[in-house]
């Protein structure tokens, strides 16, 4: 006999973390900012970049999908990240995954390209503040002086031993968002907050 029960609510890998996180900004008096944006729509493209899918993805998209390694196009709700010569990820707000998809596979038409869902992979932690670089260096090898990692760029990297991809984001003081896989975020937010008490 078919499951008919109702669907279970969607719960996020950080929901019981959520008191933690908002603890930090409050005993850091705003130095540091951590908070986690679930549900945000994920979505990974492989294509060609010198093909003609490329412009009629982006087209569809409203922006050009980036070329240069390790940096980011943010438009309207809409955010591509460089992952590879033929790979981006495309994050958008919570619940618009399908809608994504649609629309790069319609604009790509007969051209080959790969558009896979992952939103359930991943969960995004909000890393924020005067001090947020200060704190991302004590665990991450990548150069975050904003000369060399300033807004508009990302990085697949470890932080803490995990791999995350780590991105600059071009708001003004909108500080880092961290795409962390949901079995490892409750062990990332551990380190961040351990790592934060100095800031408190």
């Known amino acids: 006999m078919a499951d008919t029960a109702p669907t279970a609510a969607r719960h996020s890998p950080l929901a019981d973390a959520a008191h933690r996180l908002s603890a930090v900004t409050r005993s850091s008096r705003g130095a540091v900012r951590l ?3 679930p549900f945000l729509a994920q ?4 294509l060609d970049a010198k093909g003609q899918a490329a412009d009629a993805v982006g087209l569809a998209l409203g922006l050009t999908l980036p070329l240069e390694p390790d940096t980011v196009v943010h438009t309207g709700e809409v955010t591509a990240m460089w992952l590879g010569p033929d790979e981006w990820l495309v994050v958008g707000r919570p619940g ?3 809608e994504l998809e649609d629309r790069i596979r319609s604009a790509a038409g007969a051209e080959p390209v790969a558009v896979t869902d992952v939103s359930a992979q991943r969960t995004t932690l909000l890393v924020g503040g005067p001090r ?5 260096s ?3 090898a990548v150069d975050l002086h904003p000369r060399a990692f300033g807004p508009g ?4 990297t470890t932080l803490a031993r995990t791999q995350v991809v780590l991105v600059a984001r071009e708001e003004s003081r909108a500080g880092f968002w961290l795409l962390v896989r949901s079995s490892f975020a409750g062990y990332l937010v551990d380190w961040l907050l ?3 008490v100095e800031y408190a």
């Open 153 to 156: 760029r990302c990085a697949q």
């Open 96 to 98: 618009t995954e399908r």
């Open 35 to 37: 908070a986690e944006l």
């Open 43 to 46: 979505v990974n493209i492989r």
């Open 194 to 196: 351990d790592a934060a």
């Open 138 to 140: 004590h665990g991450c």
């Open 132 to 136: 947020a670089r200060d704190l991302l």
